[in-house]
């Protein structure tokens, strides 16, 4: 499921939302549309920065993502016919 939240405001704004977000989030109390933000101890986590700008607008993101089910290599291996 995807949830998400928007909000305007102004750099300082900005500054204030990340630095209380980023505590909630260390503090595993952070909550996105009701739904707590989990992220998980024992998966390996990538994470990007993406940063854009030009003439007509800007952005700056944060992406984090990890796998929730693990690969089955050995059912995907080369199926031997007799």
């Known amino acids: ?10 750099k300082h704004d900005l500054y204030t939302f990340l630095k209380e ?3 909630k989030l260390m503090k595993e109390i952070l909550e996105i549309e009701g739904e ?3 992220i998980p101890d024992d ?6 920065v993406k940063y854009e700008n030009d003439e007509l607008e800007g952005s700056y ?12 290599e050995e059912e995907e ?3 031997v016919e007799f």
């Open 77 to 79: 291996e080369e199926e």
């Open 61 to 72: 993101a944060v992406k984090i993502t990890w796998a929730n089910q693990e690969e089955f």
């Open 43 to 48: 998966k390996e986590l990538v994470y990007k």
């Open 21 to 23: 977000n980023y505590t």
């Open 36 to 38: 707590k933000v989990e």
């Open 1 to 10: 499921m995807k949830y998400q939240e928007k909000y305007i405001g102004s």
